[in-house]
């Protein structure tokens, strides 16, 4: 009698109808895998976020403002190298006005850039004339803030410097005393008294 060998039987029947199942339908088991793949693809990239108008304008506002700053830096360098001669000409008008701070600034645009040694002379000039012309104006304003307290009486909190230059002027004696974190002096002049404490005006006796 023969033997029968179910289990055997079984599986190669089983594979049998898998390969079956699978040659009949092998084009869309592939048609299949292809879309899970790329709807895998898909699902992975990174999602793009619409810009937003106040970032749009935001960046439309610095774009204008780089053109802008282009274009300054452009015009700068042309007037001074290849207009630097008519910029010469305005300087120097404004120097015969006596007017030097003007032409400083007019030139100070091209201090740092590579300009002619025309250019450079005339900007050491202008540099020169400003300075004294600040020297002079500073004097000036000196003279005229002295002028000013002769004419004034004093005011608690003046210093003794500040006095001097005021309209009582120099005292005619000076009565001083020292505690242990304190100098008082005692201005004394015709009409009246002035007490100072370290330095500073406290009292005024008339």
Not at 42 to 53: A, Y
Not at 64 to 75: F, G
Not at 158 to 166: A, F, G, P
Request: charged residues 30%.
């Amino acid at each position: 009698m023969p033997i029968r060998h179910e289990g055997v039987f079984s599986l190669s029947n089983s594979s049998y109808s898998v390969g079956k199942f699978l040659g009949r339908n092998w084009l869309g088991l592939l048609v299949a895998a292809c879309f899970f793949a790329l709807w895998g693809y898909l699902d992975s990239r990174p999602v793009e976020q619409p810009t937003s108008p106040v970032t749009a304008q935001k960046q439309g506002t610095q774009d204008i403002q780089a053109a802008k700053e282009k274009r300054d830096e452009e015009e700068r360098l042309r007037r001074c190298t290849t207009e630097s001669a008519a910029l010469r000409a305005e300087a120097k008008a404004l120097m015969k006005a006596k007017d030097p701070q003007k032409a400083f600034e007019l030139l100070a645009p091209c201090r740092n850039l590579p300009i002619d040694q025309d250019t450079t002379k005339l900007i050491t000039e202008v540099l020169t004339a400003t300075r004294a012309n600040d020297e002079i104006r500073i004097k000036r304003e000196a003279l005229a803030e002295k002028s000013r307290r002769k004419k004034e009486g004093v005011s608690i909190g003046m210093t003794q410097q500040e006095v001097l230059d005021s309209s009582w002027g120099r005292p005619q004696r000076i009565n001083k005393t020292t505690s242990a974190n304190y100098q008082h002096e005692q201005w004394v002049y015709d009409g009246g008294y002035l007490y100072f404490e370290s330095g500073i005006l406290k009292t005024i006796q008339h």
